[in-house]
């Protein structure tokens, strides 16, 4: 079946504007997952959704980033003001629940560039 | 805090030889999971191999195995017969009973021909 897909695959925008990054998770999965990977650097948890729960929004690093699900569909993360120090690659994942036992399937992510 | 670390920023092999990478952790709990995941330059995230903490056994599939080291916080990766495609960065992740899953820095893993 299809995998996590994520949209745009790339993005550069203007330092000050807002940007939005859509994610597609796989279908049935309950739980979606948001990291931001630095250029050379591992992945930083930002987001957490779980089915219609309230999102673990522990990792989102300012009040510049936001996100959102409906239900167990698509998710988008929003990220206003952009700053030269957003430049990165943002990853979705999703998983079949959320229990510690599965794996994360990951998207392709969406290669931010903020000039 | 549960923290991975990842010693080896880059690792070089010979094709058709062995190469090992290197994760500790560092976690209180008793119940988790371990992970190593592969991303080519394409940066889909490939997982690779799984460890349940809670198994004596190390995780094999096929040229991949693992020494999982309970008591010293150490999950190393053995690529076996190392091919050209297994040139990737590679990532150690833990997840625990925490919503998010938290990785090492990587290490870059290049095959010579």
């Known amino acids: 079946g299809a995998g996590v897909s994520q949209s745009p695959s790339n993005k550069v925008t203007e330092k000050g504007k807002d940007v939005e990054l859509r994610c597609d998770p796989i279908?049935?999965?309950?739980?979606l997952y948001w990291y931001r990977q630095r250029l050379g650097q591992g992945l930083e948890f930002l987001i957490y959704?779980?089915?219609?729960?309230?999102?673990?929004k522990s990792g989102l690093p300012s009040d510049r980033f936001s996100a959102e699900r409906t239900g167990e569909s698509v998710s988008t993360l929003t990220i206003q003001r952009t700053q030269q120090e957003d430049s990165a690659v943002y990853l979705c994942?999703?998983?079949?629940?959320?229990?510690?036992?599965?794996?994360?399937?990951f998207g392709p992510g969406t290669r931010l560039t903020v000039t | 805090a549960q923290t991975v670390t990842q010693s080896q920023p880059e690792m070089s092999v010979q094709e058709a030889e062995t190469v090992t990478l290197s994760c500790t952790y560092d976690t209180s709990e008793s119940d988790y999971y371990l992970f190593w995941y592969k991303q080519p330059p394409s940066r889909q995230m490939i997982l690779v191999i799984r460890?349940?903490?809670?198994?004596?056994q190390n995780a094999t599939e096929n040229r991949f195995s693992v020494n999982f080291q309970k008591a010293a916080k150490s999950f190393s990766l053995k690529i076996s017969d190392s091919q050209l495609g297994d040139a990737a960065m590679y990532f150690c992740a833990y997840k625990g009973n925490n919503n998010d899953m938290r990785f090492g820095a990587g290490t870059r893993l290049t095959v010579k021909p």
């Open positions: 994942a999703s998983s079949p629940a959320p229990t510690v036992a599965y794996e994360q399937y």
């Open positions: 959704f779980q089915g219609n729960s309230a999102p673990d």
């Open positions: 279908s049935g999965h309950t739980a």
């Open positions: 460890q349940e903490a809670y198994k004596q």
